[in-house]
C-alpha cells in the first residue's frame, strides 16, 4: 500500500511539471533583440571614384552607434536590382559588375541594428568600361596549330569567359568555352580541321553580361601526329 502511495505522489508532481511547463511556453513572448527606434541619419560628403562596370562610393558616417550597414541600391536599365553593403567600420562601398557604361543612379541607405533604413540618398555614377567589354574590343583571333587561337588584353584581371563556334548551315553554333583571367592571354581551341570556317567568339562575366560575337574567316594550320 505504501509503494502504491509513492507512486501516486510521484505521478502528481510529474504531471505539475509538465504542466508548468506548458504554461511557461505559451506565456513566453518572441521579441527583437534589439528595438528598431528612430531611422538613422543619411551618410554625407559623398565622393564618387569610378571603376570598371562600377564606382567606389566614399563617404562619411552618420553619428549614430546604432548603426549596422549602410546599403547601396541599384536599379539598372536592363531592369534589374543590384544590392552591396558596407559595414559601419567602413567609410567605402563598391558597385561593381554593371553592364554599361551610361550614368546610373545609386540610392545609399543608412541602416541601424534594427532594420531601419533612413531615407534615400541619390548619387549618380559614371562606370568605367566594364571589364567583359574592354577586353573584347582588345580580342584578337588568328589560325592555330589545329585550332582558332585568341589574344586578348584583361588589365583587371576580371574571370571571364571565352566562346567560340562556327557559322553552321547560316546558323552561329556555339561548340566550346573556356575560363580565362590572364592579364594577357592567349588561348588555343584547338581541334578543329584545316579547312575554312567562319569562326565566331564572344564573352560573358559573372553577372551573365555578353559581348557582341566577333566574326572571323579562318583555316586552321594542318596537324599532323608524326610516327614514332
Known sequence: MEIMKKKIFKFYILGF??????VACEEEKHEP??????????????KVIPTPGGADLVYKLPDNENLLYIEAIVNTPEGKSMKFSASSHRDTISVIGLATEKPQEVLLYSVNKGGVKSDPLSVLI??????????????????????????????????????IGRMINGKFVEESFKQLKQENGRYLFWGYPAQEDKFGVFIRDRWDHYSDTMYADITPILEIMIDK
Open 17 to 22: 511539471i509538465l504542466a508548468a511547463a506548458f
Open 126 to 163: 559614371d562606370p568605367l568600361t566594364p571589364p567583359y567589354m574592354k577586353v573584347f574590343q582588345s580580342l584578337t583571333m588568328s589560325a592555330g596549330l589545329g585550332g582558332v587561337g585568341i589574344e586578348y588584353h584583361n588589365e583587371s584581371a576580371a574571370e571571364l569567359v571565352f566562346y
Open 33 to 46: 533583440i534589439v528595438d528598431g527606434g528612430s531611422a538613422p541619419q543619411q551618410v554625407t560628403d559623398v
